[in-house]
């Protein structure tokens, strides 16, 4: 799953989603399923955090690292 890009996940996802709520798989198929979704869903949670943590801090002009207050745009 290393190698999936954050919207091959999503659509993954929603694929898994689709499936389940048609509600006619089977009972063991419909497990798997929940599973991979379960993977998916943490993956792309994972990426969208890992995104959130290189915006919510930005490079000075000494080269530090400084939060970034997203409310009014101010270092």
């Keep these: 799953m290393d ?3 954050f919207a ?3 659509t993954e996802l929603e694929e898994v989603v689709r499936k389940l709520e048609q509600g006619d798989v089977p009972l063991e198929e419909a497990i798997d399923l929940y599973k991979k979704g379960m ?3 943490q993956f792309c ?3 969208l955090q890992n995104a ?3 915006l919510i801090s930005i490079v000075g002009e000494n080269g530090e690292k400084q939060p970034f207050n997203a409310t009014n745009g101010e270092v």
């Design 8 to 10: 091959q996940a999503m």
């Design 3 to 5: 190698k999936l890009t």
């Design 52 to 54: 959130e943590q290189q």
């Design 39 to 41: 993977e998916y869903s």
């Design 45 to 47: 949670n994972d990426k």
